[in-house]
C-alpha cells in the first residue's frame, strides 16, 4: 500500500523579512492546508503561529505593529554570550505567540546546540517560548537561551531553510518560503566552512524523493542591515511582495 502524502510548509530564517512570509501564508491559506509546518529563527515565530491555526490576517497585522524592532536597545552584559542587545522584544513577541494557544498540527521548530555544535529540531509539545527565542538568537545579539543542560542559539546559522527537518517529521511534498538575507562575506565565509565540516560529519536526508517547491522574493527583499531592523513601510512591502510571489508560485503548481 502507498504511504499517505505529507505535505509541509518549510519557512526560513530572515529577521523582518519574515513579514514575505506572512503575506504569502495570506495567499497559501486561501487553497492549501499543510499536515506539518517546520521553521527557525523568524521562521519559526511564522511556523509556531500558523501551526497554532492563527488568522493568517492576525499574523500579518503582526509583522505591521512590531515598533520595538524599528531601534535596538544596547546593553552591556557581564558576558558576550548573554547578548549586547536588550532580548525583552523578542522574549514578548515568542511569550505572546505561546500563549495564543498550542499548535494544532505538527510542529518543528529548529535552533542551534552550541555543544557539538548542531541544529537541533524540537518538536510539538515540547516547543515553548524559549525555544522560540532561542532559535532568534544572533550569537553576541542576543543571549544564548539555556534549555535542558544546552545552551541554544540561532537555528540559521549552519543553513537557513531547514528542508531536512521536514523530511525528518515526514514530509513527502514541501512548500519552503525562504527569505533569508545574504550575509557579509566576513560571516559568510567563516559559516560555510563550519556548514561543510559539521555537514561532514554526519549524514544528510537525502531529498531525492521528496517534492520541493521553493518561494523566494527575486528580487531579493534587501541587505543583512534591512533584515536586522523593523520598519512598517518596508513590512508592508514585505507582505504583499510575499502575497503576489505565492500567488504567482501556487498558479504554477497548480
Keep these: 500500500m502507498r504511504a499517505p502524502e505529507v505535505h509541509a510548509l518549510c519557512l526560513s530564517g530572515g529577521a523582518a523579512f519574515g513579514a514575505y512570509q ?9 487553497v492549501w492546508k499543510p499536515n506539518l509546518v517546520v521553521g527557525l529563527s523568524a521562521g519559526a515565530l511564522n511556523a509556531y503561529a500558523i501551526a497554532a491555526e492563527m488568522p493568517p490576517q492576525q499574523l500579518a497585522d503582526r509583522w505591521l505593529n ?33 500563549d495564543f494557544g498550542k499548535p494544532k498540527s505538527p510542529l518543528g521548530v529548529v535552533a542551534l546546540q552550541w555543544n557539538g555544535f548542531r541544529q537541533v529540531l524540537f518538536r510539538n509539545e ?8 532561542a532559535s532568534c538568537s544572533i550569537p553576541l ?21 531547514p528542508i531536512w527537518a521536514a523530511i525528518q517529521m515526514g514530509a ?15 560571516v559568510r565565509y567563516p559559516l560555510l566552512a563550519l556548514k561543510r565540516w559539521r555537514m561532514g560529519r554526519r ?9 520541493v517547491v521553493k518561494i523566494t522574493a527575486k528580487p531579493p527583499l534587501g ?8 520598519n512598517k513601510d518596508r513590512a508592508h512591502r514585505y507582505l504583499e511582495r510575499g502575497r503576489i510571489d505565492a500567488k504567482a508560485a501556487w498558479a504554477a503548481i497548480s
Design 126 to 133: 515540547e516547543i515553548t517560548w524559549q525555544h522560540l527565542a
Design 141 to 161: 545579539a542576543y543571549p544564548q537561551y539555556q534549555i535542558n543542560g544546552h545552551r541554544y542559539g540561532d537555528g540559521g546559522m549552519l543553513g537557513a531553510l
Design 172 to 186: 513527502t511534498h514541501v512548500v519552503a518560503i525562504d527569505v533569508s538575507p545574504r550575509l557579509p562575506s566576513v
Design 66 to 98: 512590531l515598533p520595538a524592532f524599528s531601534r535596538h536597545r544596547i546593553r552591556f552584559p557581564s558576558w558576550p554570550t548573554n547578548g549586547y542587545l536588550d532580548p525583552s522584544p523578542l522574549e514578548s513577541v515568542a511569550k505572546e505567540l505561546c
Design 223 to 230: 541587505s543583512w542591515s534591512a533584515a536586522v531592523t523593523w
Design 22 to 30: 506572512a503575506g504569502a501564508w495570506l495567499e497559501l491559506s486561501q
Design 203 to 211: 549524514s544528510s536526508s537525502s531529498h531525492s524523493e521528496v517534492v
